[in-house]
């Protein structure tokens, strides 16, 4: 009888039993070969150990929805399904350690937007491996590197706090026979300045034992580009079913979720909320939400302040009506001020989890920030974690619940406490690396539009009006229509594309190779568009065609992604995808054996397939495959009414000058 992986591992306690059986079927193997029997003993104790701690903590989740109630990973977690652009077989369901995705592709890159799911899949197949002893699995919370020389250290660490007669090398045996399976989690949320040498780290240490499997999740980061022989993979937005059925998960009695249920089925609700119902973690806060007033905001900004405010004012169930005291007798509005100031010092230090010390000199300095307000500071770190649990302990160390809701506050500190917040707002969009700084600048388009459109999208908007009036020109070929040129001019914006095709038999070797992300591929060139950091890579399209293997990579910059952020608000500024061509189209059947093809807008390499039978083909195949492309007359007519804005705007603002200097001399 097989029982399935869900099913395992509410049976965990009965098989724990099991941790042993993993020794003895990968560790004991290798150790008793190369080692004395009193290492070999250290050995079984140490991991024995190290797994039973590391049960106890990725087995239970830690959940501001449900605040003090003991609920495991099983109980709420709602199999998510992940796909790449890479491997087209289809999306997988991860309900188990499946054997077409990590073991079929040994170096996995999952990377996905805010509260949709990645540690959560993490740790659930850390615990699926363990269980079922598929392999050694290793999890590793990516911030927590920044004090270690290397990652050998790190693990080790974690097994000499059981074990002392345990060194390096031990590791570093086991490492070579590949027994391994490592969870790297939370790329993101390594700070800038720490991110150069954890990716050296990372590459290091995959190359010296690429025969193990590795799974690196993250949100969206250019750095990512430097593992290019992993695979990417991207997350699923759950269906509406799933969604109701995670709601149903939180609410034990399904008094709340039946209400939910039914006001989302509303025809007139129903798209409002699209967006909400497709992330895990924004389903679970609209199931915290709604307990608290029984509506659903459809801002996102609004929606966490009602998630906040129903922190602060949540009842004891098992108490009634009772209200939990806050020690620090700030009220709810004084509350979310320091906790605006807290925001913005994670965002700008980079930092989501602090130290005991860390988080006593934080607050301290969001106290002196507001000197109108008075509170003991170790009172309100108690209330952090306890009254309103905005944050959670782990271990030895307070970390923000979510860190979406460091950016938050963060954008709530620049909106209503920022004195010049629209050149913060303006500075944080001309950072080269914009995209740490997307959730931030999203939550403060949803708060204030009007200066997001002024500040942010309009130089992005004057910038592209200046681009297409040099480049239409420059790329008119005669047989081309002039709307064909415009859309090959508007998809290549702020953007690169890079194509190359092998034929024959390399060509399928050499798929087979990606697919499996063998160590030794070599793309030589392909992606060659990255290299003065200005450009990073988001989507690769492989695959196999009658014509050889096709490769198309895109790369874009930040400018990009905060089109992107518009997208959600104005859908109509931007081209839709009509035609689907693919990779067997003719436009393919030209391209050079081993060529590289670069197409850029800035110059004539966009005239690349320019054969009038070709052209309007790869401009819907780039259409098809690219993150974000502007509509050339719609483009033109929102920039007008924004600059008509803005000089009304500096208008009124002129006026009211004039009038102040005017009354102050007449009382002078």
């Not at 109630?69 to 309900?95: A, F, H, M, T």
């Not at 992993?230 to 995670?246: N, Q, V």
Request: glycine share 4%; net charge positive; proline share 3%.
């Amino acid at each position: 009888m097989t029982i399935d992986p869900l099913s395992l591992l509410k049976l965990a306690p009965a098989v724990k039993p099991l941790f042993t059986g993993l020794y003895e079927k990968f560790i004991r193997p290798t150790i008793t070969e190369k080692k004395t029997a009193a290492i070999a003993a250290d050995l079984n104790a140490a991991f024995a150990r190290y797994y039973s701690a590391m049960w106890d903590q990725y087995s239970s989740v830690h959940s501001m929805v449900l605040p003090n109630q003991n609920k495991k990973l099983w109980d709420l977690y709602i199999p998510l399904r992940v796909k790449s652009e890479v491997d087209q077989s289809g999306p997988l369901l991860i309900d188990h350690y499946h054997k077409d995705f990590l073991p079929k592709h040994k170096k996995i890159l999952i990377t996905e937007t805010a509260g949709m799911g990645k540690s959560t899949l993490l740790k659930f197949l850390f615990l699926d491996v363990l269980l079922q002893n598929h392999a050694v699995p290793v999890l590793i919370e990516l911030r927590n590197l920044k004090t270690c020389k290397s990652i050998e250290e790190y693990f080790l660490n974690q097994l000499t706090n059981i074990e002392r007669n345990i060194g390096t090398e031990v590791i570093k045996l086991l490492g070579e026979q590949g027994v391994f399976a490592f969870f790297f989690d939370g790329f993101d949320e390594v700070a800038a300045a720490d991110s150069e040498r954890t990716i050296s780290m990372l590459l290091k240490f995959v190359a010296q034992y690429h025969t193990n499997n590795f799974i690196i999740s993250s949100r969206p980061d250019a750095a990512l580009r430097a593992f290019t022989n992993f695979i990417e993979f991207y997350i699923e937005p759950l269906k509406r079913s799933e969604a109701y059925e995670l709601l149903r998960r939180y609410d034990s009695s399904g008094s709340y979720a039946n209400k939910i249920i039914e006001h989302l089925e509303k025809q007139e609700t129903q798209k409002q909320y699209a967006s909400f119902l497709q992330n895990p973690l924004l389903v679970s806060l609209l199931f915290k939400a709604y307990t608290y007033n029984e509506s659903i905001p459809i801002k996102k900004a609004v929606f966490y302040r009602t998630v906040y405010e129903s922190l602060y004012w949540q009842h004891d169930h098992t108490k009634g009506a009772f209200v939990r005291e806050k020690r620090c007798r700030l009220d709810v509005d004084s509350f979310h001020r320091i906790l605006r100031s807290l925001g913005m010092l994670s965002i700008l230090r980079e930092q989501v989890e602090f130290t005991t010390d860390q988080i006593l000199e934080a607050v301290a300095e969001c106290n002196e920030m507001h000197p109108d307000l008075s509170f003991i500071n170790s009172d309100f770190i108690c209330d952090l974690h306890s009254s309103v649990p905005i944050f959670q302990r782990i271990g030895e160390s307070l970390k923000w619940a979510h860190k979406s809701f460091a950016e938050y506050f963060a954008s709530q500190f620049i909106y209503v406490d920022e004195a010049d917040r629209r050149k913060v707002l303006s500075r944080l969009a001309s950072r080269r690396d914009v995209e740490r700084y997307l959730g931030v600048l999203e939550f403060y388009m949803d708060s204030d539009p009007k200066d997001f459109r002024e500040v942010v999208l309009l130089p992005i908007l004057q910038e592209y009006s200046a681009y297409m009036k040099n480049n239409v020109e420059l790329n008119r070929i005669g047989g081309l229509s002039d709307n064909s040129v415009e859309l090959r001019c508007s998809i290549l914006f702020e953007r690169e594309v890079v194509i190359r095709k092998i034929e024959g038999a390399r060509g399928k070797k050499l798929f087979a190779k990606v697919l499996t992300s063998h160590p030794n591929i070599k793309w030589s060139g392909l992606d060659a568009g990255v290299r003065n950091g200005r450009l990073m890579l988001v989507s690769r399209v492989i695959g196999t065609s009658k014509h050889g293997l096709i490769a198309c990579s895109e790369y874009i910059s930040g400018k990009i992604l905060l089109l992107k952020l518009w997208r959600s608000r104005d859908p109509l500024l931007f081209c839709k995808h009509k035609r689907q061509v693919s990779i067997d189209a003719p436009v393919f059947a030209n391209l050079n054996n081993g060529e590289t093809y670069r197409i850029r807008g800035k110059e004539t390499a966009c005239t690349h397939f320019v054969a009038s039978a070709n052209y309007d083909d790869l401009n819907d195949f780039l259409l098809g495959n690219s993150t974000c492309v502007l509509d050339f007359a719609r483009a033109a007519v929102l920039q007008s009414a924004i600059e008509a804005e803005t000089s009304k705007r500096l208008s009124v603002k002129n006026l009211f000058k004039v009038k102040a200097r005017k009354h102050a001399g007449r009382n002078g």
